[in-house]
């Protein structure tokens, strides 16, 4: 019954290479995030998705890619990991009517990702 | 930089006390938004403020909002050690994103 849920929840690679982490909502809500907690615990949002379309895009490198294949996934791809992506990355989604948010957002679990 | 600043950073009580944090911004908002996230996990919503509401009540929880100050407030009362997490505000600008503050460290000391 998870609400939002990503896998997988650690990811532990070496430096240069590709990986990929999935977010899948069953809330039937109609917007998607993607927001990277530092060591610090500061949240800062990467990417936002209103029906598969995108709508953020938050000077993030090159590297990171979205996709939103349905309005129910939400899936970051990640290219030549460096050191710096080291940190939490989130999923989260909202059911928005227009540009503001019925209810806050709900969070999916996290995905720690540790680059060596 | 749009992002609020809660305060205290960190906040150690004895159980059975009330808890406040607070939570500042530097622009008008939409709403503003409260989440806990306990240690290794997700973060989980609490409340939702509109700029036209001052306070809002989710069983112990208690939000306030001054739009005139740019301030906000969440009282747990009577603590309990399951509310060891850090707590969130978040700012929603109407700009289709939602700005997270800096966080507070609340630890009840059972």
């Known amino acids: 019954d998870t609400a939002v849920s990503q896998t997988p929840k650690y990811l532990v690679t070496q430096m240069g290479n590709d990986k990929s982490i999935k977010c899948e909502q069953n809330l039937g809500h109609d917007t998607m995030y993607w927001y990277k907690q530092d060591s610090k615990k500061f949240l800062k949002i990467m990417f936002s998705?209103?029906?598969?379309?995108?709508?953020i895009n938050e000077t993030v490198p090159n590297r990171f890619s979205p996709k939103s294949p349905d309005k129910a996934h939400l899936n970051l791809h990640i290219n030549s990991l460096e050191l710096g992506d080291s940190a939490v990355y989130f999923c989260?989604?909202?059911?928005?009517?227009?540009?503001?948010?019925?209810?806050?957002?709900?969070f999916g679990s996290g995905t720690r990702l540790t680059v060596v | 930089s749009q992002q609020g600043e809660e305060d205290p950073q960190a906040l150690s009580i004895q159980e059975g006390e009330n808890a406040t944090m607070n939570c500042s911004y530097k622009t008008s908002i939409n709403n503003l938004q409260w989440y806990r996230q306990n240690s290794g996990r997700g973060l989980v919503h609490l409340i939702l403020?509109?700029?036209?509401?001052r306070e809002k009540h989710s069983g112990r929880l208690r939000v306030t909002l001054d739009t005139s100050k740019k301030s906000s407030s969440l009282l747990i009362t009577a603590s309990r050690a399951a509310d060891t997490a850090s707590y969130f505000c978040?700012?929603?600008?109407?700009?289709?994103?939602?700005?997270f503050g800096t966080g507070t460290r609340l630890t009840i000391i059972p």
């Open positions: 998705y209103n029906n598969k379309e995108l709508i």
């Open positions: 403020i509109r700029s036209n509401e």
């Open positions: 989260a989604s909202s059911q928005r009517f227009g540009a503001l948010p019925i209810y806050g957002y709900t």
């Open positions: 978040a700012t929603d600008f109407g700009n289709e994103k939602l700005t």
